[in-house]
């Protein structure tokens, strides 16, 4: 026996229009077809039918997590201040910590993720290798006091999210569990329903895999992401490769000098010469640790400062003043050519590969060297990726043009390793009696933001459209309005809830056929069944909320083709 909900005791209240200050189609949409309700900025209120949808995100999570051995747990959300100290973070988080004192005045906080907590639970009850590996799991509330909370439930401040750690005594091990939960993750969005990708979050230079995003592709999404056209290829904008291919057998005139007066800039200097920018060689110039460093990109192309302080890290990059000209006869501003740098590293992007010739400073005030090639007359000391990503760009593994897309980050799968373990000195007792610091990996799935992203995905300009697993029902039942349509209704309903099938029926008096149709399109159950025109003879017609497909059905056709 499976719910049956009439409408007529629903609490709900559908909104014709859009709330004045939502700006993404899931925020409208949940608002309008009465799912949530906005109790303060970023903090939301899930109402009957949003929380249907909430659990059974949650189920599916919770299906696939236990599938994998995770274990569930529910841990506090409010935590005290000391492992958040001993990690750091109580400092790292900043502004994105919400912190609360008791009466006595000692510091807590409302959790944003639990590495902590849980590295100590472990401590606590494991210690002998026999007792791992073990996956944890909650699904749980977190609290983020994020700079920016809009787009409704996608960026709250308060949210649900399901965190898991695993916990190994070796690398393999970790690396198991990480496998382990990435294909869980990868049959829970499957069987939500969601289109996703999986993209490496960090670059190669970082070690591969060992963090990954997914990504549901939507307008709504904060993320960029490159998607090939061609192949399975997906990667965050930070992780993209481009591959050195030096240009061999092609010769070069000697270098030359140009008179540039009034040309600091790429564009002048392009424009001066009847040049496209691509031509020209653009030097930045940095201070990694202290220490001036040149780097060098194509004219027509940006660094991007982060990803080169990733590649550098831990060392600091910081841009440079007019005081660190100072003394150095060898740094013309505006003028820096590599073939002149013989006392500063220069960074190269791969573009500029052996064989290249280019147009760029000559080292002297107002002056240009043409002819300048990579191999010949300059060396770099270091390729890296350091240029920012640009729609069309090569894939790094079939060449097609890249595009550049918008996406909701779903999902994060992270090789932690022992840095929490090393805080906590977390270790168990190793095989040979001797003690082994454990391994960890973090996950999480954002299971309220799920139910936005599902939204943003499957709605259309009628409403919501879920898939049968998360729709807060399997059909809706819509009784056109006289007695007889809302008896028979209200019969079919009866008999499909017996056999299993969840049914929201709306059986309202007093509303009229075209509010009812407009309410049942905007609420987005896959399936409509309407008591209408031929209900003296017991036809109702079946309609496809998606494909806009119509059916006429008895009672017991409609009852078999719902439960088949
Ligand atoms: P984002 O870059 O979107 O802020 P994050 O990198 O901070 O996400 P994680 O710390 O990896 O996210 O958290 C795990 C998951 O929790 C994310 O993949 C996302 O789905 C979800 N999540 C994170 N922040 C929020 C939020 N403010 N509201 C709703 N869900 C969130
Ligand atoms: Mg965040």
């Not at 200050?21 to 993404?24: F, M, N």
């Not at 791969?350 to 064989?355: D, I, Q, T, Y």
């Not at 049968?468 to 399997?474: G, H, L, Q, T």
């Given at each position: 026996m499976a719910q049956v909900q009439r409408m007529s005791r629903l609490m709900i209240k559908t909104l014709r229009d859009d709330p004045a200050?939502?700006?993404?189609l899931s925020h409208k949409l949940l608002v309008r077809a009465g799912y949530v309700r906005r109790t303060s900025a970023g903090i939301w209120s899930w109402l009957p039918l949003g929380k249907k949808v909430l659990e059974n995100v949650a189920r599916v999570v919770r299906e696939e997590m236990d599938a994998i051995g995770g274990q569930e747990v529910l841990l506090p959300a409010?935590?005290?201040?000391e492992p958040y100290d001993a990690s750091g973070r109580w400092d790292e988080y900043g502004d994105l910590l919400f912190r609360v004192k008791d009466r006595k005045g000692a510091d807590y906080l409302l959790g944003p993720t639990h590495e902590e907590i849980f590295t100590q639970i472990v401590k606590d009850q494991c210690s002998s290798?026999?007792?791992?590996p073990v996956i944890l799991y909650q699904i749980q509330t977190k609290y983020r006091d994020e700079a920016r909370p809009r787009s409704g439930v996608l960026r709250g401040r308060e949210f649900q999210m399901k965190d898991s750690y695993s916990f190994d005594t070796t690398d393999e091990g970790l690396v198991e569990s990480y496998a382990l939960h990435r294909e869980a993750y990868q049959k829970i969005f499957a069987r939500l329903g969601l289109d996703y990708r999986i993209v490496s979050?960090?670059?190669?230079?970082?070690?591969?895999?060992a963090s990954e995003e997914f990504l549901a592709p939507a307008a709504a999404g904060e993320d960029t992401f490159v998607d090939c056209p061609a192949c399975d290829y997906a990667a965050n904008t930070e992780a993209v490769t481009f591959a050195l291919a030096p240009v061999e057998g092609v010769e070069h005139g000697p270098v030359e000098e140009l008179d540039t007066?009034?040309?600091?800039t790429i564009e002048t200097l392009a424009e001066h010469l009847g040049v496209?920018?691509?031509?020209t060689l653009k030097n930045l110039l940095v201070k990694v640790d202290g220490e001036i460093v040149a780097v060098g990109v194509p004219g027509d192309r940006e660094v991007d400062l982060g990803k080169l302080g990733e590649h550098l890290a831990p060392a600091v990059v910081e841009l440079v003043t007019?005081?660190?000209?100072?003394?150095?006869?060898?740094l013309v501003r505006g003028y820096?050519?590599?073939?002149?740098?013989?006392k500063v590293r220069y960074i190269a992007d791969?573009?500029?590969?052996?064989?290249t010739a280019w147009i760029t400073g000559?080292?002297?005030?107002d002056k240009h060297a043409r002819?300048?090639?990579?191999?010949?007359?300059f060396e770099v000391d270091d390729y890296l990726d350091v240029v920012v990503v640009e729609e069309?760009?090569?894939?790094?593994?079939?060449?097609t043009g890249l595009k550049l897309d918008r996406a909701i980050e779903i999902g994060h799968i992270f090789q932690l390793g022992r840095k929490y373990a090393d805080t906590f000195q977390l270790d168990v007792l190793g095989q040979n009696g001797k003690p082994v610091r454990v391994t960890m990996g973090s996950y999480g799935i954002g299971v309220s933001r799920a139910v936005a992203a599902l939204a943003e995905q499957s709605a259309d300009s009628q409403g919501l459209c879920w898939p049968?697993?998360?729709?807060?029902?399997?059909v809706h039942v819509v009784a056109a309005g006289k007695a007889l349509q809302t008896e028979l209704a209200l019969d079919v309903s009866e008999k499909l809830g017996a056999a299993g099938v969840r049914v929201l029926v709306d059986?309202?008096?007093?509303?009229?056929p075209g509010v009812k149709f407009t309410d049942s399109e905007l609420i987005g159950v896959p399936q409509i069944l309407v008591a209408g025109r031929r209900s003296a003879e017991g036809v109702l017609e079946l309609k496809?909320?998606?494909?806009?497909e119509r059916e006429e059905l008895t009672v017991a056709e409609a009852v078999a083709r719902l439960t088949a």
């Open positions: 200050d939502a700006e993404t409010l935590l005290p201040r290798y026999k007792d791992l979050a960090v670059s190669g230079a970082m070690g591969g895999s007066p009034d040309t600091p496209t920018a691509s031509a007019a005081e660190d000209f100072v003394g150095r006869a060898d820096v050519g590599p073939q002149g740098l013989d791969p573009r500029v590969a052996p064989g000559a080292n002297k005030a002819n300048v090639v990579c191999g010949r007359d069309g760009d090569p894939c790094p593994v079939c060449g049968r697993e998360v729709a807060p029902a399997d059986d309202r008096a007093g509303v009229s496809d909320r998606r494909t806009g």
